[in-house]
């Protein structure tokens, strides 16, 4: 027990840092890589690429730590964060950045990528019993969102505060990537100190089960899961946080610092609308509580390139990050609830690459609709309704599927049964 509250710390404390240094970068990214002398386009494109080499990297990653080691993945997914920030340093070549991007592990949205997320959700669900899994996973987003808000507005502040002092923008973006270079050491570090106990445990029923991508008995289940969440990536990848940051740059003249400050609130917001997903979700339910709470944040989505001030666009983004994330220790949890104990890595970590490929695929498209001062706000539109689909679709196709928390005791099913 005393080991495995103390895995769960360090599970905890590599989110947390881990998301402070995508937070720290995320606000500056784009504007690091137009100093550097790259076009919108060639920008969307590199974002593109960098999520897709995610995905990838993540995929096999994921779908071999329960046979290689959850561990020793975990430690792997941080020398690649290492080795993003280096090579993002070390060259302003477009396509010496596409191959640190691919290989290497950075967020340009502030929001998890790479493998972290899937094992360490996997690990957490085998030390907690199901009640209290939601609940720990809505802690778990809550401290994320908190790490990410405090990267972004230290990230604004050192860039704002170096450029006072005497350094170019592209200086003092550089700051920042070494800082996250710095980040991903740390984290391999800390993972060193997991226990045995965060590995999966054999499942004597799946042994003569065949596998396909570490999946035996939910691989439809984990497919159709893995399509929608795609649709709902793909759409949050026009809107990423670097995107929104130079959308209101462009669009309102907002300096880095101020985006700093309005990415803090906006991530600590999120971490609060997460927590309160778990009381939400123990009245209605997982499904529902996604559902429910994802439309109306969407349609706020659509309604900020609406505003004809700066003031009031802040306003209904910080509005709709009070609710936005309500859907994400949710759907964490259903996925790993409704899938067998020894499948949970890879259908974590096969719905999380699903996410990020989807999410690859937009930045691109934004790239170019941010080149045109005409389309300059079509993301934020289509982005929303796209949400909107994909929330409905969700409801319809798992509203009857229910997690062990949710289902009723035996003795009624006797009862109804009888």
Known sequence: MVRSKT?????????????????????????????????????????????AGDAAISLWITVSADRLGRKRMLILGAVLML????????????????????????????????PFLSIEQAALSQLLPDERRTQVFAWYNLVGSFATALGSLGGGLLAQTLQGSGFTPLSSYRALLVAYALGGGLLAVIFLFLSPAVETKANPEAVNCKRVLGLHRSRGMVAKLSSLFALDAFA??????????????????????????????????????????????????????????????????????????????????????????????????????????????????????????GASLSPSLSGLLLASPLLLNVPFFLAGGLKVIYDLLLYRDFKALKPPEEAPPRSAQAGRLG
């Open 236 to 357: 949050g990848g026009l809107v990423v946080q670097s995107i929104m940051a130079y959308w209101f740059h462009v669009r309102f003249g907002v300096h880095v610092a101020a985006l700093g400050g309005i990415f803090f609130g906006a991530n600590l917001l999120a971490g609060v609308s997460a927590l309160l997903a778990a009381r939400i979700a123990a009245r209605i339910g997982l499904v529902k509580t996604m559902v429910f709470t994802h439309i109306p944040s969407n349609l706020l989505l659509c309604l900020v390139p609406l505003m004809p001030n700066v003031r009031l666009a802040v306003g209904v983004l910080l509005l709709r990050f009070t609710i936005s994330q309500m859907d994400v220790p949710t759907r964490q949890s259903y996925t790993m609830a409704v899938v067998a104990p020894d499948e949970r890595s890879a259908a974590s970590g096969m719905t999380t690459i699903a996410r990020s490929v």
């Open 7 to 51: 895995d769960t710390v360090l599970l905890f404390t590599t989110r947390i840092t881990r998301l402070f240094a995508y937070g720290f970068l995320s606000v500056v990214l784009v504007l690091y890589l137009a100093a550097a002398g790259l076009s919108e386009t060639r920008i969307g494109l590199l974002l593109t690429l960098t999520l």
């Open 83 to 114: 080795g993003a920030g280096v090579g993002f340093l070390a060259t302003r070549d477009f396509t010496l950045l596409v191959i640190a991007a691919v290989i290497g592990v950075i967020s340009p949205s502030g929001l998890e990528v790479g």
